[in-house]
């Protein structure tokens, strides 16, 4: 597939629905401007070997077409030309409404998507690229709209026809919100209601799941406006984490399809479905308490039968130690009564 590119606008202002790029967040930490100097060093590293893999033409480029000039001043005064490498794929930070936990990086690539898959699954290598200190955690956005829910069934359609609809295969898919509180004009519930929707209107044959998914569509609501990405490998690839990829490769979606008992019933009032999916989880956090009980009944049991045969040894090594001073005493009274018998 080509390798896709949008006009970017440089400059700090709000996001805009032309703009593509990266929604990243800190864990546990408030964003800060190291913070976004890191985040930009981290996808400017994976940038010029994502061109190349793409473009592999590029690499006979010379290396003047991707230089270019700027003036620089020594302490003299002197001026004098330097040459400046100019990146093909480029960002641009996003002000984002005086918001200190997120921070949005515009790119000019087409499908951010692509790259991201791009840079985790090599952060999950042991190669020679950065290994970023700060755990973030990023969403390739493709879509940015107002947080309303016309403006965001409108951008959800397109979206998913070009991705889950495209093949008609029954796809497995997660919906990831990251914003539990939701916005003004539409909630957190409405929004992953609309995202199901969408989803099941553009590709009736896809399968709600709550891991092992083919594609996971996330979104965030940072008002006024909704971010949207439809990712591919969510659970193979930490769940866009840096701090998790780290560890590898995630296989095990290797294994059977998990079951589609967490969709919707569209014979259940929204109450009943509610109650339904707490029961699901309910039932799914009692299985996990009685195999960690019956694992700490196994560990409790060996554990004793250790203690036991320990035990067992201290006995006989204490009988052993009984029967020699008996034997030692009897010896010393026979030699003592034979020297007796041998003086009388």
């Known amino acids: 597939m080509p390798l896709e590119f949008i006009d970017l606008v440089k400059g700090f202002h709000p996001p805009t629905p032309e703009d593509r790029g990266f929604l990243i967040n800190l864990t546990r930490a408030r964003w800060n401007n190291s913070a976004t100097t890191e985040a930009m060093n ?30 620089k001043e020594d302490n003299s005064g002197n001026k004098s030309k330097a040459p400046k490498k100019s990146y093909r794929i480029q960002f641009a930070v996003r002000d984002l409404f005086n918001n200190n936990v ?33 755990p973030f955690r990023i969403l390739p956005v493709q879509r940015i709209c107002e947080a309303m829910p016309k403006a965001i069934e ?85 769940n866009y984490k840096t701090w998790l990829i780290q560890r590898g490769i995630d296989d095990t979606d290797a294994g059977p399809d998990s079951e589609d008992d967490i969709s919707d019933d569209p014979n259940l009032s929204e109450e009943e479905e509610k109650r339904r999916k707490l029961r699901i989880k309910r039932k799914r956090r009692a299985q996990k308490m009685n195999m960690s009980h019956e694992e700490n009944e196994v560990k409790k049991c060996l554990q004793g039968n250790q203690d036991e045969s320990k035990g067992v040894e201290d006995d006989l090594v204490d009988e052993d130690d009984l029967e020699e001073n008996e034997i030692n005493n009897d010896g010393s009274d026979t030699l003592n009564g034979d020297d007796g018998e041998d003086d009388e």
């Open 154 to 238: 409108q951008t959800l359609l397109p979206l998913l026809e070009e991705t889950l609809a495209k093949d008609g295969h029954p796809h497995r898919f997660s919906l990831i919100n990251r914003n539990h509180l939701g916005g003004e004009n539409v909630s957190h519930s409405e929004a992953m209601k609309l995202a199901r929707n969408c989803v099941w209107a553009t590709n009736p044959n896809c399968v709600q799941c709550l891991k092992y998914q083919d594609y996971a569509v996330i979104m965030d609501i940072i008002e006024p406006l909704f971010f949207v990405g439809v990712v591919r490998d969510f659970q193979r690839l930490a």
């Open 102 to 134: 997120h921070c949005f990086l515009a790119c000019n690539l087409a499908d951010p998507e692509d790259f991201a898959h791009y840079m985790f699954s090599k952060l999950a290598e042991d190669n020679d690229f950065p290994k970023p200190k700060l």
């Open 42 to 71: 981290l996808l400017r590293a994976f940038a010029e070997p994502y061109f190349e893999m793409k473009c592999p033409e590029s690499r006979e480029d010379p290396p003047e077409d991707r230089e270019q000039s700027v003036e």
